[in-house]
Protein backbone atom coordinates (compact mmCIF):
# COMPACT_ATOMS: atom_id res chain seq x y z
CA UNK A 1 0.00 0.00 0.00
CA UNK A 2 2.67 2.37 1.18
CA UNK A 3 4.86 1.46 -2.32
CA UNK A 4 1.27 2.27 -4.34
CA UNK A 5 0.68 5.53 -2.31
CA UNK A 6 4.21 7.12 -3.37
CA UNK A 7 3.66 5.66 -7.00
CA UNK A 8 0.66 7.94 -6.99
CA UNK A 9 2.45 10.95 -5.31
CA UNK A 10 5.59 10.46 -7.61
CA UNK A 11 3.00 10.36 -10.98
CA UNK A 12 1.75 13.80 -9.54
CA UNK A 13 5.23 15.49 -9.40
CA UNK A 14 5.61 14.75 -12.79
CA UNK A 15 2.55 16.48 -13.95
CA UNK A 16 3.82 19.97 -15.09
CA UNK A 17 2.98 23.35 -13.41
CA UNK A 18 1.58 24.94 -16.45
CA UNK A 19 -1.08 22.15 -16.82
CA UNK A 20 -2.02 22.48 -13.25
CA UNK A 21 -2.19 26.47 -13.58
CA UNK A 22 -4.30 25.71 -16.73
CA UNK A 23 -6.48 23.45 -14.62
CA UNK A 24 -6.66 26.29 -12.02
CA UNK A 25 -7.70 28.38 -14.71
CA UNK A 26 -10.29 26.34 -16.24
CA UNK A 27 -11.99 25.61 -12.79
CA UNK A 28 -11.99 29.50 -11.56
CA UNK A 29 -13.81 30.29 -14.66
CA UNK A 30 -16.35 27.40 -14.27
CA UNK A 31 -16.42 28.54 -10.86
CA UNK A 32 -17.38 32.11 -12.08
CA UNK A 33 -20.03 30.26 -14.30
CA UNK A 34 -21.72 28.92 -11.39
CA UNK A 35 -21.72 32.40 -9.79
CA UNK A 36 -22.61 34.54 -12.59
CA UNK A 37 -25.62 32.41 -13.25
CA UNK A 38 -27.05 31.91 -10.54
CA UNK A 39 -27.33 35.95 -10.10
CA UNK A 40 -28.25 36.01 -13.86
CA UNK A 41 -30.85 33.64 -13.19
CA UNK A 42 -32.51 35.12 -9.93
CA UNK A 43 -32.16 38.88 -11.48
CA UNK A 44 -34.05 38.35 -14.61
CA UNK A 45 -37.58 40.32 -15.19
CA UNK A 46 -40.21 37.70 -15.10
CA UNK A 47 -42.29 39.83 -17.18
CA UNK A 48 -39.84 40.08 -20.25
CA UNK A 49 -39.15 36.08 -19.60
CA UNK A 50 -42.63 35.35 -20.51
CA UNK A 51 -42.42 37.89 -23.25
CA UNK A 52 -39.32 36.13 -24.74
CA UNK A 53 -40.82 32.29 -24.27
CA UNK A 54 -43.85 33.82 -25.81
CA UNK A 55 -42.07 34.18 -28.83
CA UNK A 56 -40.22 30.93 -28.82
CA UNK A 57 -36.94 31.87 -27.72
CA UNK A 58 -34.66 29.01 -26.94
CA UNK A 59 -33.63 30.45 -24.11
CA UNK A 60 -36.02 32.20 -22.18
CA UNK A 61 -38.12 28.83 -22.73
CA UNK A 62 -35.84 26.94 -20.83
CA UNK A 63 -35.30 29.65 -18.25
CA UNK A 64 -38.90 29.75 -17.54
CA UNK A 65 -38.77 25.92 -16.84
CA UNK A 66 -36.13 26.21 -14.42
CA UNK A 67 -37.04 28.83 -12.73
CA UNK A 68 -40.99 27.25 -12.27
CA UNK A 69 -38.87 25.22 -9.18
CA UNK A 70 -36.41 27.64 -8.25
CA UNK A 71 -35.51 25.58 -5.06
CA UNK A 72 -33.91 22.62 -7.05
CA UNK A 73 -32.63 25.37 -9.42
CA UNK A 74 -30.27 26.65 -6.55
CA UNK A 75 -29.63 23.00 -5.25
CA UNK A 76 -28.01 22.04 -8.66
CA UNK A 77 -26.55 25.35 -8.98
CA UNK A 78 -24.87 25.20 -5.28
CA UNK A 79 -24.01 21.55 -6.05
CA UNK A 80 -22.07 22.47 -8.73
CA UNK A 81 -20.51 25.68 -7.68
CA UNK A 82 -19.32 24.34 -4.41
CA UNK A 83 -17.99 20.59 -5.99
CA UNK A 84 -15.94 23.09 -7.92
CA UNK A 85 -14.58 25.37 -5.44
CA UNK A 86 -13.66 22.39 -3.67
CA UNK A 87 -11.48 21.13 -6.50
CA UNK A 88 -10.43 24.63 -6.89
CA UNK A 89 -9.00 24.08 -3.13
CA UNK A 90 -7.41 20.92 -3.29
CA UNK A 91 -5.61 22.06 -6.55
CA UNK A 92 -4.55 25.28 -4.93
CA UNK A 93 -3.00 23.67 -2.03
CA UNK A 94 -1.22 21.45 -4.09
CA UNK A 95 0.21 24.13 -6.34
CA UNK A 96 1.62 25.77 -3.53
CA UNK A 97 3.11 22.85 -1.41
CA UNK A 98 5.06 21.85 -5.05
CA UNK A 99 6.25 25.47 -5.45
CA UNK A 100 7.04 26.62 -1.83
CA UNK A 101 6.64 23.22 0.23
CA UNK A 102 5.06 23.84 3.97
CA UNK A 103 4.89 27.75 3.34
CA UNK A 104 3.61 27.19 0.11
CA UNK A 105 0.59 25.57 1.66
CA UNK A 106 -0.21 28.91 3.73
CA UNK A 107 0.30 31.38 1.00
CA UNK A 108 -1.98 29.47 -1.23
CA UNK A 109 -4.46 29.29 1.17
CA UNK A 110 -4.13 33.47 1.35
CA UNK A 111 -4.07 33.85 -2.45
CA UNK A 112 -6.72 31.98 -3.04
CA UNK A 113 -9.46 33.87 -1.17
CA UNK A 114 -8.61 36.55 -2.80
CA UNK A 115 -8.73 35.00 -6.21
CA UNK A 116 -12.22 33.48 -5.53
CA UNK A 117 -13.25 36.68 -4.41
CA UNK A 118 -12.34 38.76 -7.05
CA UNK A 119 -12.62 36.17 -10.33
CA UNK A 120 -15.20 33.73 -9.01
CA UNK A 121 -17.73 35.58 -6.20
CA UNK A 122 -17.81 39.40 -6.99
CA UNK A 123 -16.86 40.30 -10.53
CA UNK A 124 -18.92 37.96 -12.30
CA UNK A 125 -22.42 38.06 -10.03
CA UNK A 126 -22.03 42.38 -10.48
CA UNK A 127 -21.58 41.18 -14.56
CA UNK A 128 -24.91 39.09 -13.95
CA UNK A 129 -26.48 41.41 -11.70
CA UNK A 130 -25.96 44.68 -14.40
CA UNK A 131 -26.14 42.01 -17.53
CA UNK A 132 -28.83 39.32 -16.30
CA UNK A 133 -30.29 37.90 -19.89
CA UNK A 134 -27.02 37.81 -21.79
CA UNK A 135 -25.86 35.62 -18.70
CA UNK A 136 -28.71 33.18 -17.91
CA UNK A 137 -30.17 32.62 -20.67
CA UNK A 138 -27.44 30.92 -22.25
CA UNK A 139 -26.91 29.29 -19.15
CA UNK A 140 -30.42 28.16 -19.30
CA UNK A 141 -28.87 25.51 -21.71
CA UNK A 142 -26.69 24.15 -19.64
CA UNK A 143 -28.78 23.45 -16.92
CA UNK A 144 -31.68 21.77 -18.64
CA UNK A 145 -29.35 19.03 -19.67
CA UNK A 146 -27.47 19.42 -16.48
CA UNK A 147 -30.78 19.07 -13.93
CA UNK A 148 -31.50 15.81 -15.93
CA UNK A 149 -28.09 14.22 -15.52
CA UNK A 150 -27.95 15.14 -11.57
CA UNK A 151 -31.87 14.82 -10.80
CA UNK A 152 -31.63 12.13 -7.44
CA UNK A 153 -28.72 13.66 -6.23
CA UNK A 154 -30.61 17.29 -6.71
CA UNK A 155 -33.76 15.32 -5.38
CA UNK A 156 -31.79 13.93 -2.11
CA UNK A 157 -30.22 17.28 -1.57
CA UNK A 158 -33.54 19.09 -1.53
CA UNK A 159 -35.32 16.66 0.62
CA UNK A 160 -32.68 16.81 3.06
CA UNK A 161 -32.37 20.92 3.03
CA UNK A 162 -36.56 20.79 3.45
CA UNK A 163 -35.89 18.37 6.60
CA UNK A 164 -33.29 21.18 8.14
CA UNK A 165 -36.25 23.20 7.77
CA UNK A 166 -38.72 21.26 9.66
CA UNK A 167 -36.57 20.74 11.74
CA UNK A 168 -36.40 24.88 12.49
CA UNK A 169 -39.95 25.00 12.33
CA UNK A 170 -39.68 27.25 9.20
CA UNK A 171 -41.37 26.79 6.02
CA UNK A 172 -40.15 26.04 2.56
CA UNK A 173 -43.90 26.84 0.95
CA UNK A 174 -43.65 29.99 -1.57
CA UNK A 175 -45.20 33.26 -0.29
CA UNK A 176 -44.56 35.48 -3.42
CA UNK A 177 -46.59 35.55 -6.60
CA UNK A 178 -45.36 37.12 -9.53
CA UNK A 179 -48.88 38.69 -9.85
CA UNK A 180 -48.65 42.61 -9.48
CA UNK A 181 -51.16 44.59 -6.94
CA UNK A 182 -52.65 47.29 -8.40
CA UNK A 183 -50.29 49.72 -6.66
CA UNK A 184 -46.91 47.78 -7.88
CA UNK A 185 -48.33 47.89 -11.45
CA UNK A 186 -48.78 52.18 -10.58
CA UNK A 187 -44.96 52.19 -9.59
CA UNK A 188 -44.14 50.07 -12.99
CA UNK A 189 -45.90 52.05 -15.02
CA UNK A 190 -43.88 55.36 -13.70
CA UNK A 191 -40.53 53.66 -13.99
CA UNK A 192 -41.47 53.29 -17.61
CA UNK A 193 -40.57 57.15 -18.40
CA UNK A 194 -38.90 57.13 -21.64
CA UNK A 195 -40.06 53.77 -22.95
CA UNK A 196 -43.48 54.69 -23.76
CA UNK A 197 -45.30 58.09 -24.87
CA UNK A 198 -46.10 60.43 -21.54
CA UNK A 199 -49.18 60.53 -22.70
CA UNK A 200 -50.13 56.84 -22.92
CA UNK A 201 -48.44 56.05 -19.51
CA UNK A 202 -50.68 59.08 -17.89
CA UNK A 203 -53.76 57.01 -19.64
CA UNK A 204 -52.56 53.91 -17.75
CA UNK A 205 -52.33 55.05 -14.47
CA UNK A 206 -55.91 57.00 -15.12
CA UNK A 207 -57.22 53.41 -15.72
CA UNK A 208 -55.35 52.24 -12.65
CA UNK A 209 -57.13 55.53 -10.26
CA UNK A 210 -60.73 54.35 -11.78
CA UNK A 211 -61.50 51.65 -8.96
CA UNK A 212 -60.44 54.39 -6.44
CA UNK A 213 -63.36 56.55 -8.17
CA UNK A 214 -66.51 57.06 -8.03
CA UNK A 215 -70.18 58.30 -10.16
CA UNK A 216 -69.98 60.91 -7.18
CA UNK A 217 -66.66 62.73 -8.11
CA UNK A 218 -67.63 63.30 -11.62
CA UNK A 219 -71.62 63.33 -11.86
CA UNK A 220 -72.98 66.52 -12.90
CA UNK A 221 -74.98 67.64 -10.05
CA UNK A 222 -78.76 67.39 -10.21
CA UNK A 223 -79.02 71.61 -9.96
CA UNK A 224 -76.90 71.93 -13.24
CA UNK A 225 -78.76 69.24 -15.62
CA UNK A 226 -80.20 70.76 -18.62
CA UNK A 227 -83.34 69.36 -19.34
CA UNK A 228 -86.81 69.43 -20.40
CA UNK A 229 -89.45 70.22 -18.36
CA UNK A 230 -93.04 69.25 -19.69
CA UNK A 231 -94.67 71.84 -17.48
CA UNK A 232 -92.47 74.47 -18.86
CA UNK A 233 -94.07 76.47 -21.70
CA UNK A 234 -94.45 74.54 -25.05
CA UNK A 235 -92.97 78.27 -27.15
CA UNK A 236 -90.18 78.40 -24.57
CA UNK A 237 -88.86 74.38 -24.30
CA UNK A 238 -88.73 74.73 -28.44
CA UNK A 239 -86.31 77.66 -27.84
CA UNK A 240 -84.26 75.41 -25.43
CA UNK A 241 -84.54 72.59 -27.29
CA UNK A 242 -82.40 74.95 -30.66
CA UNK A 243 -80.14 75.79 -28.00
CA UNK A 244 -79.39 72.52 -26.62
CA UNK A 245 -75.97 70.92 -27.80
CA UNK A 246 -76.72 68.10 -26.24
CA UNK A 247 -77.04 64.69 -27.95
CA UNK A 248 -79.45 62.82 -25.58
CA UNK A 249 -81.60 64.88 -23.52
CA UNK A 250 -83.36 64.23 -20.01
CA UNK A 251 -86.93 64.78 -19.82
CA UNK A 252 -89.36 65.30 -16.70
CA UNK A 253 -92.45 66.88 -15.20
CA UNK A 254 -91.97 69.56 -12.74
CA UNK A 255 -88.50 68.43 -11.36
CA UNK A 256 -85.51 66.36 -12.10
CA UNK A 257 -87.39 63.43 -10.01
CA UNK A 258 -89.96 62.75 -11.97
CA UNK A 259 -87.90 61.75 -14.76
CA UNK A 260 -90.02 60.13 -17.74
CA UNK A 261 -86.58 59.41 -19.80
CA UNK A 262 -84.37 60.58 -22.41
CA UNK A 263 -84.77 61.49 -25.77
CA UNK A 264 -82.23 61.45 -28.48
CA UNK A 265 -81.79 64.55 -30.21
CA UNK A 266 -81.87 62.78 -33.86
CA UNK A 267 -85.11 61.50 -33.00
CA UNK A 268 -86.11 64.71 -32.44
CA UNK A 269 -84.92 66.85 -34.99
CA UNK A 270 -87.00 65.13 -37.66
CA UNK A 271 -89.87 65.40 -35.74
CA UNK A 272 -89.21 69.71 -35.95
CA UNK A 273 -89.07 69.89 -39.54
CA UNK A 274 -92.27 68.01 -39.94
CA UNK A 275 -94.15 70.63 -37.69
CA UNK A 276 -94.95 67.17 -35.60
CA UNK A 277 -93.00 67.73 -32.49
CA UNK A 278 -95.40 68.02 -29.37
CA UNK A 279 -95.45 67.15 -25.83
CA UNK A 280 -96.96 63.77 -26.49
CA UNK A 281 -94.80 62.92 -29.75
CA UNK A 282 -91.78 64.07 -27.44
CA UNK A 283 -92.87 61.19 -24.51
CA UNK A 284 -93.17 58.54 -27.12
CA UNK A 285 -89.86 58.77 -28.71
CA UNK A 286 -88.56 59.02 -24.89
CA UNK A 287 -86.34 56.26 -23.68
CA UNK A 288 -86.90 55.05 -19.54
CA UNK A 289 -84.30 56.46 -17.70
CA UNK A 290 -81.22 54.76 -16.71
CA UNK A 291 -80.45 54.81 -12.89
CA UNK A 292 -76.90 54.24 -10.87
CA UNK A 293 -76.41 53.49 -7.16
CA UNK A 294 -74.13 56.39 -6.03
CA UNK A 295 -70.69 55.05 -4.85
CA UNK A 296 -70.76 52.82 -7.78
CA UNK A 297 -66.94 52.63 -8.88
CA UNK A 298 -66.07 53.70 -12.21
CA UNK A 299 -64.61 50.56 -13.09
CA UNK A 300 -67.83 48.90 -12.21
CA UNK A 301 -70.15 51.90 -14.09
CA UNK A 302 -68.42 51.50 -17.26
CA UNK A 303 -68.59 47.87 -17.30
CA UNK A 304 -72.64 48.70 -16.90
CA UNK A 305 -72.86 50.85 -19.57
CA UNK A 306 -71.53 48.33 -22.07
CA UNK A 307 -73.71 45.74 -20.51
CA UNK A 308 -76.95 47.89 -20.46
CA UNK A 309 -76.08 49.18 -23.90
CA UNK A 310 -76.17 52.79 -22.37
CA UNK A 311 -74.38 56.06 -22.30
CA UNK A 312 -76.08 58.06 -19.68
CA UNK A 313 -77.59 57.42 -16.40
CA UNK A 314 -79.04 59.15 -13.33
CA UNK A 315 -77.11 58.61 -9.92
CA UNK A 316 -80.04 58.23 -7.11
CA UNK A 317 -79.06 57.95 -3.69
CA UNK A 318 -80.66 55.18 -1.07
CA UNK A 319 -84.33 57.14 -0.89
CA UNK A 320 -83.64 56.98 -4.92
CA UNK A 321 -83.55 61.14 -5.74
CA UNK A 322 -81.84 61.66 -8.11
CA UNK A 323 -77.96 63.26 -7.44
CA UNK A 324 -76.72 63.65 -11.08
CA UNK A 325 -75.79 62.82 -14.17
CA UNK A 326 -73.13 60.71 -15.58
CA UNK A 327 -72.02 60.09 -19.47
CA UNK A 328 -69.76 57.37 -20.48
CA UNK A 329 -67.76 60.00 -22.04
CA UNK A 330 -67.08 61.46 -18.64
CA UNK A 331 -65.57 58.34 -17.62
CA UNK A 332 -63.48 58.26 -20.98
CA UNK A 333 -62.32 61.56 -20.23
CA UNK A 334 -61.09 60.79 -16.47
CA UNK A 335 -58.91 58.25 -19.29
CA UNK A 336 -57.59 60.33 -22.14
CA UNK A 337 -58.52 63.73 -20.63
CA UNK A 338 -60.61 66.55 -21.89
CA UNK A 339 -61.88 65.95 -25.24
CA UNK A 340 -65.54 66.93 -25.40
CA UNK A 341 -66.63 69.61 -28.04
CA UNK A 342 -69.99 70.36 -25.84
CA UNK A 343 -70.13 74.38 -25.78
CA UNK A 344 -70.82 74.15 -22.39
CA UNK A 345 -67.30 72.96 -22.22
CA UNK A 346 -66.21 76.41 -23.40
CA UNK A 347 -66.82 77.80 -19.57
CA UNK A 348 -63.55 77.36 -17.77
CA UNK A 349 -63.64 76.50 -14.20
CA UNK A 350 -59.91 77.97 -13.59
CA UNK A 351 -59.06 81.66 -14.76
CA UNK A 352 -55.50 82.35 -13.67
CA UNK A 353 -55.39 86.11 -12.37
CA UNK A 354 -52.47 88.63 -13.30
CA UNK A 355 -51.09 87.59 -9.29
CA UNK A 356 -51.21 83.67 -10.11
CA UNK A 357 -53.88 83.67 -8.21
CA UNK A 358 -56.76 81.26 -9.42
CA UNK A 359 -60.76 82.27 -9.83
CA UNK A 360 -62.19 79.24 -9.78
CA UNK A 361 -66.29 78.32 -9.81
CA UNK A 362 -67.83 76.96 -6.69
CA UNK A 363 -68.91 73.57 -8.22
CA UNK A 364 -65.66 72.83 -9.33
CA UNK A 365 -64.73 69.47 -8.07
CA UNK A 366 -62.00 69.44 -5.93
CA UNK A 367 -60.07 66.48 -7.75
CA UNK A 368 -60.16 68.63 -10.96
CA UNK A 369 -58.39 71.62 -8.25
CA UNK A 370 -56.22 69.46 -7.68
CA UNK A 371 -55.45 67.20 -10.86
CA UNK A 372 -55.26 71.14 -13.00
CA UNK A 373 -53.46 72.96 -10.44
CA UNK A 374 -51.34 69.56 -8.91
CA UNK A 375 -52.05 70.18 -5.21
CA UNK A 376 -53.54 68.58 -2.63
CA UNK A 377 -56.84 69.64 -0.77
CA UNK A 378 -58.97 67.20 1.09
CA UNK A 379 -60.55 65.19 -1.15
CA UNK A 380 -62.73 63.27 1.24
CA UNK A 381 -66.14 64.23 2.03
CA UNK A 382 -67.32 67.29 0.02
CA UNK A 383 -66.49 67.15 -4.00
CA UNK A 384 -66.75 70.42 -4.79
CA UNK A 385 -64.37 73.59 -3.82
CA UNK A 386 -67.84 74.83 -2.24
CA UNK A 387 -68.62 72.26 -0.80
CA UNK A 388 -65.46 71.96 1.07
CA UNK A 389 -65.44 75.87 1.81
CA UNK A 390 -68.71 75.72 4.07
CA UNK A 391 -67.70 72.51 5.72
CA UNK A 392 -64.41 73.64 6.33
CA UNK A 393 -65.89 76.98 8.09
CA UNK A 394 -69.22 75.35 9.31
CA UNK A 395 -71.11 78.66 8.16
CA UNK A 396 -71.97 80.17 5.17
CA UNK A 397 -69.37 82.89 4.53
CA UNK A 398 -69.79 86.15 3.25
CA UNK A 399 -67.55 87.87 0.25
CA UNK A 400 -64.78 89.10 0.57
CA UNK A 401 -64.33 86.47 3.60
CA UNK A 402 -60.53 84.36 3.86
CA UNK A 403 -59.80 80.87 4.70
CA UNK A 404 -56.86 78.69 4.52
CA UNK A 405 -57.48 75.03 3.86
CA UNK A 406 -54.42 72.61 3.40
CA UNK A 407 -51.71 75.53 3.69
CA UNK A 408 -53.61 76.90 0.77
CA UNK A 409 -55.32 80.51 0.92
CA UNK A 410 -58.85 81.20 -0.33
CA UNK A 411 -60.98 84.34 -0.31
CA UNK A 412 -64.55 83.97 -0.95
CA UNK A 413 -65.14 86.31 -4.14
CA UNK A 414 -68.80 86.04 -4.29
CA UNK A 415 -71.81 84.42 -2.86
CA UNK A 416 -75.02 83.65 -4.12
CA UNK A 417 -78.32 81.63 -3.54
CA UNK A 418 -76.53 80.43 -0.02
CA UNK A 419 -73.40 79.27 -2.58
CA UNK A 420 -70.25 79.95 -2.99
CA UNK A 421 -69.96 80.55 -6.24
CA UNK A 422 -66.59 81.83 -6.87
CA UNK A 423 -63.22 81.63 -4.78
CA UNK A 424 -60.18 83.19 -5.36
CA UNK A 425 -57.39 80.47 -4.46
CA UNK A 426 -53.42 81.57 -4.13
CA UNK A 427 -50.54 79.46 -4.41
CA UNK A 428 -46.95 78.88 -2.83
CA UNK A 429 -44.69 81.44 -5.08
CA UNK A 430 -42.44 78.26 -5.59
CA UNK A 431 -45.73 76.16 -6.93
CA UNK A 432 -44.74 74.99 -10.31
CA UNK A 433 -47.52 73.56 -12.41
CA UNK A 434 -46.04 71.20 -15.04
CA UNK A 435 -48.96 69.01 -15.56
CA UNK A 436 -50.39 69.71 -19.61
CA UNK A 437 -53.73 69.66 -17.89
CA UNK A 438 -52.99 72.52 -16.26
CA UNK A 439 -52.16 74.75 -19.04
CA UNK A 440 -54.97 77.14 -17.92
CA UNK A 441 -56.96 80.08 -19.38
CA UNK A 442 -55.26 84.17 -17.77
CA UNK A 443 -58.07 86.50 -16.99
CA UNK A 444 -59.61 89.19 -19.16
Not at 221 to 232: F, H, T
Given at each position: MLAQSSGQARQLNEIPLYWLFIA?????????????????????????????????????????????????????????????????????????????????????????????????????????????????????????????????????????????????LLSNKKTTSDALTSEELRVAVNETSGLIPDSHRDMMLSILDLEKVTVDDIMVPRNEILGIDLEDDWHETLKLITNLSYTRIPIYSGNIDNLIGVALMRKILPLLLNDDFTPETLVDLTREGYFIPEGTPLTTQLLNFRKNKRRVGFVVDEYGDIQGLVAIEDILEEIVGEFTTDPSALHQDFFQDADGSFLIDGSTHIRDINRNLEIELPSKGPRTLNGLILEHMEFIPEAGTSVKISGYPIEIMQVKNNMVKTARLSLPEDHDITSPQSELPLNG
Amino acid sequence: MLAQSSGQARQLNEIPLYWLFIAFVALILLSAFFSSSETGLMSLNRYRLKHLADKSHGGAMRAVKLLQRPDKLITLILLGNNFVNVLITQLATYIGYRLYGEAGIALAAGLLTLILLLFAEVTPKTLAATNPEKIALPAAYVYQPLAKILMPLVVIIDWLAKGVLKLFLLSNKKTTSDALTSEELRVAVNETSGLIPDSHRDMMLSILDLEKVTVDDIMVPRNEILGIDLEDDWHETLKLITNLSYTRIPIYSGNIDNLIGVALMRKILPLLLNDDFTPETLVDLTREGYFIPEGTPLTTQLLNFRKNKRRVGFVVDEYGDIQGLVAIEDILEEIVGEFTTDPSALHQDFFQDADGSFLIDGSTHIRDINRNLEIELPSKGPRTLNGLILEHMEFIPEAGTSVKISGYPIEIMQVKNNMVKTARLSLPEDHDITSPQSELPLNG
